[in-house]
Each structure stands twice: as structure tokens, then as C-alpha cells.
């Protein structure tokens, strides 16, 4: 689900898709979207750790909110049970393996667990605000990569999957940039790809028409973008990029029309530890994403197939990464490990804070 | 709907997709598989339009054979009405605008209108006996030709869209080759794409996993196939392929795992007289298709779309163009104005006739 718009268009959607309210956590129930808005509020960590690997909560940014808040959770359900809690704390962590925020979120929580609930659920606070005020950076910093690029003026933006503010608590990271990119009028067309098997893809608050996964390189041949934003997963310490899968191709094509390429995500979302694409564990969904397109049955039963989640688009085929701290360009011979850390820009507007 | 070995599995289906049976055309509606196996029977040539422009009947071949039997029945139908049976001829060749083999089919029958509906219809099923004949035929160049490349062994194939029987009257053009290699023992495994928006994936007689289409370039660089088999549309002179939407991101994927990409057709789809890709009409399908799945939304109300059918594939990403007649080796600098044809090879088992 593309939210771009969306969280401030829709008064049943909250700002926030995942927030702490009430002593609880709340998550919007993004297996429900298009048709239903409905919130979770969790009290207990099991039904987190079932909301992360169910995508009730989608996107990198939004699973490490929710994985820190679980771990708060936890502790306080289970009060003194030290086993429990550490088994609690792997469950919540091993949620889902490809995203490198959920680990990084929850162990920087259980690492406060000496503290006890009140200093965690501070922990799980700032590593939300953190990535609402990152959304707002990445869109000012990947603003500026653009224009420095394809010049001061409006711009067709290919994207693919949740990069909203579904996936980013607030706003979102490539969606984050194309939304800067409207607000400075700069923004001619967005291009979402759908995003199977859980098509992702839909509404905007600015013009777009909407294509299947496979027409994006066609497309790109044919001159409808100027440029590819994509979000990630993981980035590794050369650059290659873990990303809903379909990135990879997009990759291809924007290679081959001599399209801009740019990965748009947080810090929190860079994995200086993982070398390179190769060390990635790619999750494999099941055959029943692919079978079924919610309850419509697509193949015939007992249909096998390979869902892999993610891919890895190499390095070589990435023109820069974007974060909420600076901007790497891999196609001049730039590389993460060295290029140093700017201000954080940008912030969000003071009636939503 | 990817219909290897569904012909013969299913009693309820005819052995071919489209025929000539008790003075109607009889086509398989493609519009309700897999859940509902449903014959039309076809005595009037509005229909016909009808079910080109629906997609009841599909992929190049079978289109053609449907155009041509409709030709026929419209000479039937308005009887002596030679500028309403002009209009039906037109009609009926503009239903779709990227298969070459409608136009020309259509044209083959018309132009034998002097002859009355007799010569039309011995016209039109001369048209459908060759398409069946082209179908084994590529089925054996074809196999030859990933022996010649891979080695004499068990092989993984990668595929878009129906390219079997339903698309090719019967048997198939790509899915043709994976058969020929399943009856020789050489077929490991094939991996066909979802192809959405319509979802033509499916059913196979074989060792087969389904895959979205997005997939299928990340699975070639992680090795998952030994060769890429795509049918088409038309083929330019020079090479270009119009195939299904995703065919060119599954080009640039086979080009980036050093994988044969491979192109599988009859010289019914071979058109010389369009120079290159350029010049092909890519038919727009409008948002319908894309904003839902058959009856399940997926995207919210009024969202637009672009919707390519097809895609060119530049003929420098393609390794080979296998006929019913030839084999042509564009990376070898084979051209298809160049390379004589040979014989036509294989042939229906004799119970099939």
C-alpha cells in the first residue's frame, strides 16, 4: 500500500502507523488495506511478534518501531521472568530475518533492560522519533539529490512498494522524497509499481497512474521516468541493497535507459556489518501469496512456487544512497563507510509533533 | 493460463483451444480458467470481434486461427453484402493491434472471397493445421537448441505467459520447447511467471514452481535457470520481439546471469516488413485490469493506470529466434532475412488427427 497522501487524506487513518497510545501499541492493520482501516492495540507481545511475520506491519522503519515497543511489552507482561523475556526478546527479533531495523531496534531496547519498563518504553519513544524525524531528512536531502540531477523542475518518479508512511511511521522514505518533491512543485507524475505478491501499490495524494510490476523496465526504455526512487531493507557496507523484490529489475531497467537509480532509507536501515548482498538472508513467503491475490484463487490448488521477498540489486547498478544524514554516490566511487554524517534536516511540522 | 499437459489431463477440455467444429468456431473462453471450463460456439462474426477484443481467445497463433475462421463466418453471415463483409474484415483485423498473425491470417482468408465460403473456410483450416504442425516442429528446433547450448541434460526453464496449447491452437510455442524436453528427459524443471495483470500462470504436466513476475530476473542471478523461453507477438526483422509485458525485464535479467535468452514462434509471427521494434503499436489495456483481480480490488476507486500488453525486447538481449522452420542466431549475427528455412519437423502423435 503506497500511503503517500494517505495518513492526513483519510480521518479514520492515524498520523501514525505504529504508535504507543493508552499503554499500548498500535498498528494499523495493513493486511486489511485498501478495503478496511483497522487498528491493532496490543498489550502483549505475542500478537506482536505474530503482527510483524503476518505484515500486519510492513516496511523496515515501521517493523523496528513495532520490534522496540515489543520488547517494552514484553518485559512488563512477563515481570521477572528472565528467561521468558530473553526467549521473548529472540522471538521478537527473529520476527522476520531480511530488515536489518528489527534486530538493530530490538536489542537496542533489551539492552535497557536493567532500567526496567519506564526507561525501555523511553528507548522504543526515541527510536520512533528518530525515524519520523529521518523521513523528514531523507525527503529534504533526496529533494536535493534530484534537482542536482535531472535540474529544477517537475519530475516523473518511478517507485515500487510501501515507502510511505506505512512503512516509515510517518511519511515514508522513497515516498518520503517524492512527497518533498511535490510540496517544492517539483513533482510532474509518480509511478508506483504495483508490488506483487501483496500489491502494495495504490493510493497518492498527487498524480499517478499505477502499472504492474513487470511494465516498470518497459517503461523506463520507453522515457516515462526520470528517475527510480526504492526504499530498503538492508544495505550492505558496498552498497547492495535488500528490497522488496521486483527492485532488482527495476534496477536493470533504469541501467539501461540511463535512468537515475537512487536507495532512499535511514541510517537505521544501513548494516555497515554485512559486507555485501551476498551475506543476506532473502525470506521465503510460501507458495500461498502467490497462489491466491486475497481471496481469489490465481493458480490451480496444490500449485507450488518461490516467493522470495526480496532481492538484492548490486551496488554497481545503484546511483546513490540516500539517507536522513547524507547522500553516498555509488556511481562516482563513494562508499558508505567513509562519507561522514551531515545534520539531520528538515522536521516535521509542529502541529503533528 | 500456462497449459502444459492441460490439454490431455482434462477431459473436459477439447484438445485444441480453437477449432472448426459443426459450422461454428469453438474456442476455450481463457476469460474463466481456471476455476470454469466453458466452450463457445461461434456462428456469427461480432463475437468473434468480441472475443478477440475480451480475450476469451489468446496468444498469437490462436488468435490468428479464431480471425481467420471468423472471416469465413462473416462472408456466411451477411451473404453477398460485399461492403459489410469489407467491414467485418476490418473489424475483425484491427480487434487486436500487436499479434501479426491476425492481420495476416484474416488477410489470407480474405483474399480468397472469390472462391465463396468453401474456399474460406479449406483456407482457414489450412491456417489452423499449420499452426498445429509449427507447434511440434518448434517444439523439436527448439529442444535441439538448448541441448546445443546447455549440454544433454535435465534443464530449468524460465517462462512468460501462455505460450502453450491455448496459445498456439495446440502444444505451444515456448511451452512447446519445455515439453519436447520433458518427452526427451531433459527437463529439470520449469519456472513459469504469474503475468499479471491477467495471471495467465498456472498448470503444468511437470515439475514446476509459479513465480511473480517481478522474480524472475533476481532468480536468474541467483542461478535458478539454465535458459529463458518466451513466445511473441510479432518479431520484427531486425530481431525486436513484441511479447507479454515483464518479457523485456526477463531479457535484461537473462542478459545480467549470462543466461540464453530465447525466442520461440512460427514464421506466421516473423514480419519482415516491420523493420524494428519501433514500429510495433504496444496495445494499452486501460486501469481495469490493473486496479483488480478478477472480482478482488486492489487498488482504491478512480485510480488510474498505464497498462502496456506487451513489450519490445531489443533484439541485442536476444540469443536466438527458433522457428518452426529455422533457428536463427541473433548473437551469432544471424538474420532472419538471411537464414533460409528448413524442413517443418516432428509431428502430431497420429491419434491427435
Not at 478495503?35 to 491493532?40: A, G, S, Y
Request: net charge negative.
Amino acid at each position: 500500500m503506497v500511503s503517500f497522501g494517505q495518513l492526513s487524506d483519510n480521518p479514520a487513518i492515524p498520523a501514525r502507523s505504529v504508535d504507543w497510545q493508552d499503554d499500548a501499541l498500535v498498528l494499523i492493520d495493513q493486511t486489511l488495506l485498501p478495503e478496511q482501516v483497522r487498528l491493532l492495540h496490543l498489550k502483549a507481545y505475542r500478537p506482536v511478534v505474530d503482527a510483524i511475520k503476518r505484515l500486519s506491519v510492513r516496511g523496515a522503519p515501521s517493523i523496528g518501531v513495532a520490534g522496540a515497543f515489543g520488547v517494552a511489552i514484553a518485559f512488563r507482561e512477563l515481570q521477572g521472568d528472565t528467561d521468558g523475556f530473553s526467549r521473548a526478546v529472540n522471538e521478537l527479533r527473529l520476527a522476520r530475518p531480511t530488515a536489518v531495523n528489527l534486530a538493530r531496534a530490538v536489542d537496542r531496547v533489551a539492552a535497557n533492560a536493567s532500567g526496567g519498563f519506564d526507561v525501555m518504553l523511553k528507548e522504543a519513544l526515541a527510536i520512533r522519533d528518530e525515524e519520523i524525524a529521518a523521513s523528514w531528512s531523507m525527503g529534504v536531502y533526496g529533494s536535493d539529490l534530484l534537482i542536482e540531477l535531472g535540474g529544477n523542475r517537475p519530475q516523473r518518479l518511478m517507485t515500487i512498494c510501501n515507502t510511505g508512511g506505512l512503512a516509515a511511521v510517518e511519511r515514508g522514505t522513497a515516498l518520503g522524497v517524492i512527497e518533498t518533491m511535490l510540496e517544492r512543485g517539483l513533482l510532474e507524475e509518480a509511478l508506483p509499481l504495483e508490488t506483487r505478491p501483496l500489491l502494495q501499490g495504490g493510493r497518492l495524494g498527487a498524480p499517478f497512474r499505477l502499472i504492474v510490476d513487470s511494465a516498470g523496465p518497459f517503461l523506463l526504455s520507453r522515457g516515462a521516468a526520470d528517475a527510480v526512487l526504492v526504499g530498503a531493507d538492508r544495505v550492505a557496507a558496498n552498497g547492495d541493497t535488500a528490497n522488496k523484490v521486483g527492485t532488482f529489475s527495476l534496477a536493470l531497467g533504469a541501467r539501461h535507459a540511463g535512468v537515475p537509480f537512487i536507495v532512499v532509507a535511514p541510517e537505521s536501515t544501513i548494516d555497515l556489518d554485512t559486507p555485501s548482498g551476498d551475506m543476506i538472508e532473502i525470506e521465503d513467503r510460501g507458495a500461498a501469496e502467490v497462489v491466491a491475490v486475497r481471496s481469489t484463487t490465481v493458480a490451480p490448488p496444490g500449485t507450488d512456487a518461490i516467493n522470495p521477498a526480496f532481492d538484492i540489486t548490486p551496488c554497481d547498478l545503484i546511483t546513490a544512497v540516500v539517507t536522513d544524514r547524507r547522500v553516498v554516490r555509488l556511481d562516482l566511487g563513494e562508499k558508505l563507510s567513509e562519507i561522514p554524517h551531515g545534520p539531520t534536516r528538515g522536521h516535521p511540522p509542529s502541529d503533528r509533533r
